[in-house]
């Protein structure tokens, strides 16, 4: 089976850098993703890891340690914007499955 | 701009109804698949398709069933509602050999079952 570990919540404030941790226990593994939830909104597609190391996207970034079953996501210049929920997710044999989310709370 | 999109965004069903959600893609996707989601559990996948016809179970697919005619459509069965499947239900679709596009996801259908 698979299962992953994330913090429930997490709070910061305007303009700080933030990072959410991912640890998973799979028994197939391709690849890590991170994916952005807004309230009452649909998850929406961040970053895709299948190599150790940090893929950088603008303020955001993911990093993978294929080794130690272990990623972050990592926001800097935290905006209100990016209040929302933050799920991380393994990709496995022809399918995703999903930690339990990190809810972030950005204040001013 | 592509889509997922859901047929219902809120719906009341009484318990024994069967209940159909429909999901719709336009990016040709092959793959579609059918989550719910509940407070402190995160994403639970029910089932999925990698092809027309073509269906296999994910973690939770007790209580339901699905059907894929058209690539483009995926539907979600719920055989006879139980107030245990109140939920936000998301369907999404992908390629299969695109990870780094991820999945692509509807807003969403919020059954309730009273």
């Known amino acids: 089976g698979q299962s992953l570990e994330q913090p429930s919540e997490v709070t910061a404030v305007e303009g700080a850098i933030v990072q959410i941790n991912c640890t998973y226990q799979?028994?197939?593994?391709?690849?890590l993703s991170w994916y952005q939830q807004h309230d009452g909104g649909a998850p929406t597609f961040l970053s895709y890891?299948?190599?150790?190391g940090l893929e950088e996207t603008g303020r955001f970034s993911s990093f993978l340690s294929r080794s130690d079953s272990y990623g972050y996501l990592l926001l800097q210049e935290l905006q209100m914007k990016d209040s929302a929920s933050y799920f991380c997710?393994?990709?496995?044999?022809?399918?995703?499955?999903f930690g339990t989310g990190t809810r972030l709370l950005v204040s001013p | 701009d592509v889509k997922v999109t859901q047929s219902s965004r809120y719906l009341v069903k009484r318990t024994g109804e069967k209940v159909f959600l429909e999901c719709v893609q336009d990016?040709?996707?092959?793959?579609m698949f059918w989550y719910r989601q509940d407070p402190g559990l995160g994403l639970r996948l029910i089932y999925f398709?990698?092809?027309?016809?073509?269906?296999e179970k994910g973690d939770i697919p007790e209580g339901y069933s699905v059907s894929r005619e058209k690539k483009e459509r995926f539907s979600l069965i719920l055989e006879s509602a139980s107030t245990n499947q109140t939920s936000m239900y998301l369907c999404?679709?992908?390629?299969?050999?695109?990870?780094?596009?991820?999945?692509?996801f509807g807003s969403g259908t919020r059954l309730t079952v009273v």
């Open positions: 999404a679709s992908s390629y299969t050999e695109s990870f780094n596009y991820g999945y692509t």
């Open positions: 799979t028994s197939g593994f391709y690849g």
């Open positions: 890891n299948a190599l150790d």
């Open positions: 997710a393994v990709l496995g044999f022809q399918k995703l499955v």
């Open positions: 990016m040709d996707h092959e793959n």
């Open positions: 398709s990698y092809d027309v016809k073509m269906k």
